[in-house]
DNA sequence: CGCTGTCTTGAAGCGTTTCAACACAAGTGG
DNA sequence: CCACTTGTGTTGAAACGCTTCAAGACAGCG
């Protein structure tokens, strides 16, 4: 915890260098939001976008900064999680490249409520609320772009959040497992160590070990080198659990 | 399970009746998404509005129903819950009157994935895919108040999930009193059974029970008649809990 | 290479669920 | 209006799954 509370606290101001010289239309083209429009209007808002970019383990934003633009990450991957009242980390999700957050303040308040940490070297491109509200308001394509993936984000977590309040830590691991595997192949990486997992699946990092090494003898699974998985028997798991 | 079973297996169609006569104009200036608008904008989304009404009990949707509508409720509540691959059940939230749902099909897909129950008798507002697609099209205005609502609904259930994922039941429980003691006053009637608490603080009602007499026990609340608590205690339970 | 953080494994303890039995309240039909 | 039925809430005892703490192995990174 002790370093984790120096990590939290807000100590000085993000570490990040603006970055102007990026091109911020080669950005906005991979802007899932955006990438609809005629050039020509990607390149007016591309004039709205600010270019920034943080090193492993920067905090973009943390609880109670107020929040008035939205991020959209350009390349590396960003961790969103919640700190409960009780200390316990939770990962949200992970963003990837195209994947926005901040969404939230720029409709209803202006402080931020969970965690926005990079997970490595990451790009992100900033609108403020003014200007993305002006967006909104003369492409309103682009609110219906957001309001799918909005809907889609809602859906995801209202799944999510089901399955903590009703399935097995086992049953949470074994269907993040067989996720992870129909996206890539049947071998593939774990996304994160063992402790965000933990964090995500809303367990402990032992209890995480204990499940994955079970799975092992069980003979569904082999764990490789280097966060390496390979699902022997898909099909003894969806068995095992309908 | 066994009268269970048979609400959710999907036998025949929805037993309601449509309802021409009610004055639509009158529900859609109770509907946030649509109350800012101009009186003769909302006279022209009226025509697009079919109103239904359920009885007690009525299921409105089902999981793996076509879903090509937003349902605003007029009056009366709904349940929205999942069902877990085991079976079990999760309410995920309760729809009063102004509050919608069905947003996600009109983007992403076309079957619902959760229940939609009234849990009393219940007039609902219909707008399909195409015409609400239309009129977001046409008033911008529109898409960015329900982007403000998909916000908040994202935020309160990103809350929601990291609860379960890290809290424990007790403290959940006492979340929620908190939290409907503060919407009324410090006594106030639970908006739902033991049952569907239960489901909605992911645990079981023996639990629920066991805490709410145990918290009586402790000097903290007191429970009345008719789901009635009073909160004796506030500030000790925020205390216990910090 | 050595340090630091991640992963593993064991043993103990705890909170919650489960099952079962009963009390109670609400709603229904005779 | 009472008796009956059905669903909801209560309580106990046992069992279970998971967490916690602690200690050691391992891997990755400066």
Do not use: W
């Given at each position: 915890?002790?370093?984790?509370?120096?990590?939290?606290?807000?100590?000085?101001?993000?570490?990040?260098?603006?970055?102007?010289?990026?091109?911020?239309?080669?950005?906005?083209?991979?802007?899932?939001?955006?990438?609809?429009?005629?050039?020509?209007?990607?390149?007016?808002?591309?004039?709205?976008?600010?270019?920034?970019?943080?090193?492993?383990?920067?905090?973009?934003?943390?609880?109670?900064?107020?929040?008035?633009?939205?991020?959209?990450?350009?390349?590396?991957?960003?961790?969103?999680?919640?700190?409960?009242?009780?200390?316990?980390?939770q990962?949200?999700?992970?963003?990837?490249?195209?994947?926005?957050?901040?969404?939230?303040?720029?409709?209803?308040?202006?402080?931020?409520?969970?965690?926005?940490?990079?997970?490595?070297?990451?790009?992100?491109?900033?609108?403020?609320?003014?200007?993305?509200?002006?967006?909104?308001?003369?492409?309103?394509?682009?609110?219906?772009?957001?309001?799918?993936?909005?809907?889609?984000?809602?859906?995801a977590i209202e799944k999510q959040s089901t399955s903590f309040a009703t399935l097995s830590v086992e049953k949470r691991l074994v269907d993040f497992l067989i996720e992870?595997?129909?996206?890539?192949?049947?071998?593939?990486?774990?996304?994160?160590?063992?402790?965000?997992l933990a964090?995500y699946l809303g367990t402990t990092?032992?209890s995480i070990?204990?499940k994955?090494?079970a799975l092992?003898?069980?003979?569904?699974?082999?764990?490789?080198?280097?966060?390496?998985?390979?699902?022997?028997?898909?099909?003894?798991l969806l068995?095992k659990y309908q």
């Open positions: 915890m002790s370093q984790k509370a120096d990590k939290h606290s807000n100590n000085g101001h993000h570490c990040c260098h603006t970055d102007k010289r990026h091109n911020n239309q080669s950005c906005i083209t991979l802007v899932p939001i955006f990438n609809h429009l005629e050039r020509h209007q990607m390149e007016e808002i591309s004039k709205s976008i600010k270019s920034l970019s943080y090193k492993k383990g920067e905090i973009i934003y943390r609880p109670g900064d107020e929040s008035d633009s939205l991020y959209i990450v350009k390349s590396g991957k960003v961790k969103i999680y919640r700190l409960s009242e009780s200390g316990k980390e990962l949200l999700h992970i963003l990837n490249p195209g994947d926005f957050t901040g969404e939230l303040a720029l409709f209803r308040q202006s402080v931020h409520e969970s965690f926005a940490e990079a997970m490595e070297n990451t790009n992100i491109c900033m609108i403020t609320r003014p200007d993305l509200q002006k967006f909104l308001e003369k492409y309103p394509s682009i609110s219906i772009k957001m309001l799918a993936i909005l809907s889609e984000r809602l859906d992870s595997a129909q996206n890539q192949d049947k071998e593939f990486t774990l996304p994160m160590s063992q402790k965000d964090s990092p032992e070990s204990r994955l090494t092992e003898d069980e003979g569904y699974i082999r764990q490789l080198p280097r966060r390496k998985i390979k699902i022997i028997n898909i099909k003894g068995e």
